[in-house]
């Protein structure tokens, strides 16, 4: 059975880092699309960046490009989220996922219909 698990959230003052962990199991990270998304009370939940299969190509959204990196070490069935300039809209929970046994397009790496394996999430809150 697929399990992932995320770690790292917490609070932190805007400007401020993070970096949010998701430790897998079940499965090699090297063999599976996975991405980072997350849900903000009251709004749908978006992606926010993606590590695609075929080709380790990244892919972020708008929003956040420019000050967050997805990384994975393979080694380590873990992947990874560094958060830098955090700003205030970026609290909300975040979950890695993966795409377990699925293909799709890149174009839609950042779509969370596209995943089919989640973590359980983990809290970021970003403060003034």
């Known amino acids: 059975q697929v399990q992932l698990a995320e770690s790292g959230g917490g609070s932190v003052q805007a400007g401020g880092s993070l970096r949010l962990s998701c430790a897998g199991s079940?499965?090699?990270?090297?063999?599976?699309?996975m991405g980072w998304f997350r849900q903000a009370p009251g709004k749908e939940r978006e992606g926010v960046a993606a590590?695609?299969?075929?080709?380790?190509?990244?892919y972020y959204a708008d929003s956040v490009k420019g000050r967050f990196t997805i990384s994975k070490d393979n080694a380590k069935n873990t992947l990874y989220l560094q958060m830098n300039s955090l700003k205030l809209e970026d609290s909300a929970i975040y979950y890695c996922?993966?795409?377990?046994?699925?293909?799709?397009?890149?174009?839609?790496?950042?779509?969370?219909?596209?995943?089919?394996?989640w973590g359980q999430g983990t809290q970021v809150t970003v403060s003034s």
């Open positions: 590590i695609y299969v075929a080709d380790s190509t990244t």
């Open positions: 079940g499965y090699t990270y090297d063999s599976n699309t």
């Open positions: 996922a993966a795409a377990v046994g699925l293909w799709f397009p890149p174009i839609v790496a950042l779509s969370p219909v596209q995943y089919n394996t």
